[in-house]
């Protein structure tokens, strides 16, 4: 996560970011679990109110989940199947632990000049052949939103590149906007990349 404010809009207004997700899986989220092992370990990096990873726990995963917000951890320890602790994306030094580490609208809230440590994280914490999900927002530069959260935005070609750099190999690659907490429909880019 990347500053307080972020994470104070996120401990403010965990229960409505849950209501906002909805109760089915999203499509990427249904392909990330199809394209896993039957009994994968996963890691939900920033896993809001967890309801990601109560989908993939009830695919029959091994699920962890991590997120730097109190609240959004509170709300996340209550889905079956599901271990959720606290704590920053720096704070991944796992090696070669998990099948799948699904990362889905949290990355974009770290600073740029940090992603590429995060990425090399990632990299170092899939099992050889694992499967990397990130969704990160479509656009150039960093900026806050109305409530005030951080966040950065991503192109295809600097992401196609940054995976590169980490050793990740993208094997899929989508896209589509969505409404969020601030109430902006903004444009998304989803993909998969392999260890």
Not at 68 to 77: C, D, P
Not at 79 to 88: I, N, S
Not at 130 to 150: A, M, P, Q
Request: hydrophobic share 45%; glycine share 10%.
């Amino acid at each position: 996560m990347s500053d307080d404010t972020t994470l104070n809009v996120y401990n403010a207004r965990a229960a409505d970011y849950a209501a906002l997700a909805g109760t089915e899986p999203y499509p990427n989220l249904c392909a990330f679990i199809a394209a896993l092992p039957e009994r994968a370990h996963v890691l939900d990096l920033g896993c809001g109110p967890g309801l990601d990873a109560a989908h993939m726990a009830a695919a029959g995963f091994s699920v962890e989940a991590m997120d730097a917000s109190a609240e959004m951890v509170k709300l996340a320890e209550t889905r079956p199947g599901v271990t959720a602790r606290q704590g920053q994306f720096a704070d991944l030094t796992a090696e070669n632990a998990y099948d799948g580490i699904w990362a889905s609208f949290s990355l974009l809230h770290a600073p740029r000049a940090d992603m590429q440590d995060h990425l090399a994280a990632i990299a170092r914490a899939l099992r050889p052949g694992g499967l990397f999900g990130l969704t990160l927002k479509e656009g150039t530069g960093e900026k806050r939103d109305r409530l005030g959260r951080f966040y950065t935005f991503y192109t295809e070609p600097e992401l196609r590149g940054l995976l590169a750099a980490a050793g990740l190999e993208i094997a899929t690659v989508a896209r589509g906007d969505s409404t969020g907490l601030d109430g902006t429909t903004s444009p998304w880019i989803s993909l998969t990349a392999h260890a």
